[in-house]
């Protein structure tokens, strides 16, 4: 009889998780438009900075003037390829930097998953769900869910773009790349979480966006989605060690473009799923005690 009412029990939070988290999908997926709005930006980084900043040309041009001195072409492309192998782990800066656009995707989407909560506060929806029996862990992960399926499919998206405007696909397996997006699955469900978390009390969207707009830059900033780490300075590099958006983007290089890494694929995926599951139950424990009605 316990074991039928645990199950029933369990049918009903995942009954109610999928409608919650199916409901603010719907507002997402019945409008193609936000779906368009949200890839505008990494498109521009990908498509104008990318290309822009094509490192590789510095030294692929057909000759440099250096102390009076013509260098031949050739010379200046072992160069290049030196530099840009030893600085970057490729010859194709585009490419590193779309890996980096992947984890941007998820990141920016992911910031946002605290403000559907402000937005249920104020217009009243989230007291009705909290009058029902309706479990406060159930309200948080919906939303985390929302945001991870949502951070996900715009990553898809950005793969396809970038591979579409020229990134390398000499290393790209069916393998590289489900474990490249199990990567972005743990930084997006552990970065929804902690946004979640920042909303459970606030009831001004105004707040909650500057909480965005104070964190969203250095982490991305503060972290290798741009230039590797080694070039930043010393205080800089301690963030960015530490900060699981560096760890995702390490494994998709690593993965799609064969660019080695420092440490073991097998610890940079428990660090995130470490830093998921912490920032997760930490969320979900707190709603217990911060989600009122």
Do not use: C
Request: proline share 3%; glycine share 6%.
């Amino acid at each position: 009889m316990e074991k039928e009412r645990r199950l029933s029990s369990f049918a009903y939070f995942l009954r109610s998780l999928w409608s919650l988290t199916n409901r603010d999908l719907k507002k997402w997926y019945m409008v193609p438009l936000l779906l368009i709005m949200s890839l505008v930006q990494p498109v521009i980084w990908l498509g104008l900075f990318g290309k822009a900043m094509n490192l590789g040309a510095i030294f692929s041009n057909s000759s440099i003037n250096i102390t009076a001195l013509d260098i031949p072409k050739q010379v200046l492309n072992s160069i290049g390829t030196l530099f840009m192998t030893s600085a970057f782990g490729t010859t194709d800066y585009f490419s590193f930097l779309a890996v980096g656009m992947l984890a941007f995707i998820v990141l920016f989407t992911s910031m946002m998953s605290g403000m559907s909560i402000v937005w249920d506060r104020r217009f009243g929806f989230l007291d009705k769900i909290l009058s029902t029996p309706v479990s406060r862990g159930s309200i948080v992960i919906a939303k985390i869910l929302n945001s991870t399926i949502r951070s996900l499919v715009q990553a898809v998206v950005v793969l396809v773009i970038a591979i579409l405007l020229g990134m390398s696909v000499a290393h790209l397996s069916v393998g590289g790349i489900l474990l490249t997006f199990l990567a972005l699955f743990l930084l997006s469900f552990g970065m929804s979480s902690l946004f979640v978390l920042l909303a459970l009390r606030s009831k001004d969207w105004q707040s909650q966006m500057m909480v965005v707009n104070l964190l969203n830059l250095p982490l991305l900033f503060a972290s290798n989605a741009f230039f590797p780490t080694k070039f930043m300075p010393s205080w800089l590099q301690a963030i960015a060690s530490v900060n699981p958006v560096s760890f995702a983007i390490n494994i998709g290089r690593n993965l799609l473009l064969n660019i080695p890494i420092s440490t073991s694929l097998f610890n940079e995926f428990l660090y995130l799923g470490i830093f998921a599951i912490g920032i997760t139950t930490i969320s979900v424990v707190l709603s217990w005690k911060l989600l009122k009605g």
